[in-house]
């Protein structure tokens, strides 16, 4: 299966500008081949918390069920979700969400933290979502990675001046885990990666708009699994 990361700019309170942008981004991603399309953390909107935050069935998303199911894709990214921080995939059957499990900054003053943390079941597989800060937990990522995640995501809006510290999170994220991992930064910072499960660069981005694209490959994620197994070689018990 094909992901492709949608390095989008996002416009603080712009809603109709950045679901524009989004949608013809994502067509274009479509024309390459995509399945599973990943936005940035909360690309509609940004942290616009002059408005008041949506709540189910969240209006803003009826453009991107409409794209899913016209091309039956996957489409990964978050939005302001009543109390949270509200990570999505969407699919042409329906939605899943997990929340931001730690909200940063003054995003505590708006938004709760996820009580939960499981992957989400579609039929490309077990998304694993992160969502910004939860990138520099590793509790988050091991934790889906033994619920069975079979790929991790991780939607961000990582500033420029933290660059090199997403860059070298979503290596470790990825190879501690022994999984892809699809890592899609708004266009503001830019530095969205695709990385496979041996922690080798699939994809990617500078710092614009831009869509990067590489297969998730779950048997070479197995073969790796085969070869040198280190989840299984955890001792928990005495940690």
Same mark, same amino acid.
């Given at each position: 299966m094909r992901a492709a990361c949608l390095q989008l700019s996002v416009d603080l309170c712009q809603r109709q500008g950045n679901i524009t942008r989004a949608l013809k981004m994502a067509e274009l991603a479509m024309d390459r081949g995509a399945d599973?399309?990943?936005?940035?953390?909360?690309?509609?909107?940004?942290?616009?918390?002059d408005q008041i935050p949506e709540d189910p069935p969240y209006?803003?998303?009826?453009?991107?069920?409409?794209?899913?199911?016209?091309?039956?894709?996957?489409?990964?990214g978050s939005l302001m979700g009543g109390k949270y921080n509200l990570g999505f995939c969407l699919e042409p059957e329906g939605i899943q969400f997990q929340p931001k499990i730690h909200p940063f900054d003054q995003e505590r003053l708006h938004f709760l933290g996820g009580g939960r943390i499981s992957p989400m079941n579609t039929k490309w597989?077990?998304?694993?979502?992160?969502?910004?800060?939860d990138l520099r *937990? #590793?509790?988050?990522? /091991?934790?889906?990675?033994?619920?069975?995640?079979?790929?991790?995501?991780?939607?961000? $809006? *990582? #500033?420029?001046?933290? /660059?090199t510290h997403w860059r070298i999170l979503c290596f470790a994220r990825a190879i501690e885990? $022994?999984?892809p991992h699809v890592a899609c930064n708004w266009a503001n910072a830019g530095g969205s990666l695709i990385i496979d499960a041996r922690g080798q660069v699939q994809a990617e981005a500078s710092q614009k708009e831009e869509v990067i694209f590489a297969e998730i490959d779950l048997e070479e994620r197995d073969k790796w699994r085969k070869e040198i197994f280190y989840l299984g070689d955890r001792r928990p018990e005495i940690y």
């Amino acid at each position: 299966m094909r992901a492709a990361c949608l390095q989008l700019s996002v416009d603080l309170c712009q809603r109709q500008g950045n679901i524009t942008r989004a949608l013809k981004m994502a067509e274009l991603a479509m024309d390459r081949g995509a399945d599973i399309l990943v936005f940035p953390e909360m690309f509609i909107t940004s942290f616009c918390y002059d408005q008041i935050p949506e709540d189910p069935p969240y209006p803003s998303l009826d453009p991107f069920r409409a794209f899913a199911r016209d091309h039956d894709c996957l489409i990964i990214g978050s939005l302001m979700g009543g109390k949270y921080n509200l990570g999505f995939c969407l699919e042409p059957e329906g939605i899943q969400f997990q929340p931001k499990i730690h909200p940063f900054d003054q995003e505590r003053l708006h938004f709760l933290g996820g009580g939960r943390i499981s992957p989400m079941n579609t039929k490309w597989g077990k998304v694993g979502l992160e969502i910004c800060y939860d990138l520099r *937990f #590793p509790e988050v990522a /091991r934790s889906l990675a033994r619920q069975g995640a079979d790929f991790l995501v991780t939607i961000g $809006q *990582f #500033p420029a001046a933290r /660059r090199t510290h997403w860059r070298i999170l979503c290596f470790a994220r990825a190879i501690e885990n $022994q999984l892809p991992h699809v890592a899609c930064n708004w266009a503001n910072a830019g530095g969205s990666l695709i990385i496979d499960a041996r922690g080798q660069v699939q994809a990617e981005a500078s710092q614009k708009e831009e869509v990067i694209f590489a297969e998730i490959d779950l048997e070479e994620r197995d073969k790796w699994r085969k070869e040198i197994f280190y989840l299984g070689d955890r001792r928990p018990e005495i940690y």
